[in-house]
Structures are given as structure tokens and as C-alpha cells.
């Protein structure tokens, strides 16, 4: 039997993977002392491996498919084929920011006052390349962990980490000066197993079907009753992907209708929706949109 080989991101990015594959029709389980998850299809066999080294993996051929940052992509600049931008912000519900930060009390305002300086971050190649193509010469070293502490100790001028929020930066007394790019998720494949036919299928009803739980985030199905009389104004107060489907009852005055919308909506949408008319209101969860 052929097996594709998928690489799922081990840390921070794992907990959202192997619940948007859950989302996806896929259960992934292990425990904590396993690299290898197991997985409810037998055309698929998994692989736990840091985010930082999958598109490595990927290019040299070990995994044929798996997820990772456009970051990490960059800083290995490795030779990959984008299947599809997973837009991470929706993974995580926040986008991952790459940026270059100095202690709260530094002198130092802008990127141009890093001439000169010493710079920790674990996107070493990436970094590099940044300041070479602005002309600014500074010393990048690469950073082993503990990153932050390197800069509020005073052993480097500044660093290049990444943040979603930026708490953690502030709480740390830090401040941010310049942002050197957005990360999102990718899935990636292997060039020899995207041009196999049938690897290249298994990916695409991956990608389809990733994608379909990623268009369901943050989304509900609305169902409900509406008489021929009102049903204009409910029409009016609602938000759909396209436009809401709208059946017959068994009675001629009476319709049924069906939409997509945002969860967060419906605690102000379900009174006003009631004001114009409708009853039997129905709200319900969606893994997929497609």
C-alpha cells in the first residue's frame, strides 16, 4: 500500500494541527514520549518534527508533506512546493510577527541605529539577509534559547523574535522598533511526490479538506422560520458566503431559511432576528465549508 509521509509541527503549532485535522475528518493520537502519532488512515503515516527543520525534511525527501511557517521556509531557504497558505492567524487566531527589539531604557529608535551592532535571534540566515539588503551592517548570532534575556542582560544590542501579541516582550521590559515580516502556516510539499499522481491526489484531499475547516473558523449554521409577510425584513439582517437558501413549508405563508455566519454575530443578530419576525431559531457548529 503507497503511504504519504506528513510532518506535523512539534511545540507551539501542534495542539492547533492535530485539531484542525480532527476538524479535517482526521484523528491524530499519540502521548507525549512518541514521535510518531497515529492516525485513523492507513494511506497516511505521521511524523512529529520540530517546525524549524520540516521544510529541510520536505526538500531531501524524508516527509513528502507537512506544515510549517513561511519563515522557516525562508530561513532554510528550501526548495518546496506551496500547496496552500493555511493563513496561520487563523490556526493560532493571532498572526505571528517577526520583529527586532531592544531594552525599554535603549537609545536606539530605529533599524538604522543597529550600524554596527550585535544582534540574537534564532532566525539567523533570515536576519542576515534582512539587514544586508538595507545596507546595515550588524553581527547576528544565533540564539540557543532564552532569547529576551539576552538583551535585558546586555549581551546583545537587540534581538529578532517572534510574537504574536507583543505581551511578553513588554513584560519583559522590552520594546519593539521595527517589524522584518508576517509568518503564516504553509503546507508544503515534497517536488517529486507533488508530480506523483497519486501522492499528488492524497495532498490535494488534504488540502481541500484543511481548507474547509479553516473557512468554517469563527463561523455557524443559522436556521429559521420566517412568515411571507416579514420575510424581507429577516432577509435584510442577514450575512451569508453567498446568499441564505430559502425553502417552502407545508404552508404557502411560511418559509425556512439557511445561513453561514460569523459566531461571534449571533448574540446581537438572534434578538433583532426575533424583532423582524422569525421563530424556531436555530444555531449550530460547523467543522467545514467548502
Not at 15 to 41: C, H, M, Q
Request: proline content about 3%; aromatic content about 6%; some cysteine.
Amino acid at each position: 500500500m503507497k503511504v504519504l509521509k506528513l510532518g506535523i509541527p512539534k511545540g507551539s503549532l501542534e495542539e492547533n494541527t492535530v485539531d484542525l485535522f480532527k476538524k479535517a475528518g482526521w484523528r491524530i493520537t499519540y502521548d507525549s514520549r512518541s514521535y510518531f502519532p497515529d492516525i485513523d488512515d492507513p494511506e497516511i503515516s505521521c511524523t512529529l518534527v520540530r517546525a524549524q527543520e520540516i521544510s529541510r525534511y520536505i526538500e531531501d525527501g524524508t516527509l513528502d508533506l507537512g506544515l510549517t511557517g513561511i519563515d522557516w521556509i525562508l530561513e532554510n531557504s528550501s526548495d518546496v512546493v506551496i500547496v496552500q497558505d493555511l493563513i496561520y492567524s487563523k490556526v493560532s487566531m493571532r498572526q505571528a510577527r517577526w520583529v527586532l527589539v531592544v531594552r525599554e531604557d535603549s537609545p536606539y529608535q530605529k533599524i538604522d541605529d543597529m550600524e554596527g551592532k550585535k544582534i540574537s535571534t534564532e532566525l539567523v540566515n533570515f536576519t542576515k539577509k534582512y539587514f544586508a539588503q538595507k545596507n546595515i551592517n550588524v553581527h547576528v548570532e544565533f540564539s540557543w534559547g532564552a532569547t529576551e534575556a539576552k538583551v535585558v542582560e546586555g549581551l546583545v544590542d537587540a534581538i529578532v523574535e517572534v510574537t504574536e501579541t507583543g505581551s511578553t516582550i513588554k513584560a519583559n521590559k522590552l520594546r519593539i522598533i521595527h517589524e522584518l515580516m508576517k509568518t503564516n502556516t504553509q503546507l508544503i510539499a515534497n517536488r517529486a511526490s507533488w508530480n506523483d499522481s497519486w501522492k499528488r491526489k492524497k495532498i490535494e484531499q488534504i488540502k481541500t479538506m484543511l481548507t474547509g475547516s479553516l473557512q468554517a473558523m469563527g463561523k455557524v449554521g443559522l436556521k429559521l422560520n420566517v412568515s411571507k409577510e416579514n420575510l424581507k425584513r429577516v432577509m435584510a439582517l442577514l450575512p451569508s458566503l453567498k446568499s441564505p437558501t430559502i425553502s417552502n413549508l407545508s404552508s404557502q405563508e411560511w418559509f425556512a431559511v439557511e445561513s453561514i455566519v460569523d459566531a461571534k454575530s449571533m448574540r446581537d443578530l438572534i434578538p433583532v432576528l426575533l424583532e423582524a419576525g422569525a421563530q424556531g431559531i436555530i444555531e449550530y457548529p460547523l467543522n467545514k465549508v467548502v
